[in-house]
């Protein structure tokens, strides 16, 4: 695992994008606004194959690479909620998944 900060990203969201259970349409196209199609897909490949504790682990790793400072994280964060809100519901399963979240971010 040796990702760029787009791939990061893609992860992230993608991540945050299943906390519902569902990957709407609205939030895929959220996310390949974001990053290119071939980062979305080779994340994606990845990300199925990860556990939850991978996943967190990952999370945690690389947003202190990429977005180190309080402003970054801020930004962080702004991308996640966007993403929450692209297909009109909060859902209480991506109220949970924030809170658990802004813990690590």
Do not use: C
């Not at 790793?61 to 180190?68: D, H, I, N, Q, S």
């Amino acid at each position: 695992m040796n990702w760029n900060q787009e791939e990061f990203i893609a992860y992230l969201l993608i991540y945050a994008s299943y906390a519902d259970g569902e990957f709407s349409p609205e939030e895929r196209q959220l996310i390949l606004e974001k990053v290119s199609n071939e980062s979305f897909h080779r994340i994606m490949a990845e990300f199925s194959l990860d556990t939850e504790d991978d996943r967190l682990r990952k999370i945690k790793e690389y947003e202190g690479v990429y977005y180190p400072t309080s402003d970054q994280k801020q930004e962080l964060r702004h991308m996640v909620r966007q993403l929450f809100y692209s297909d009109k519901v909060f859902s209480d399963q991506e109220k949970k998944m924030w809170d658990r979240l802004s813990k690590i971010i």
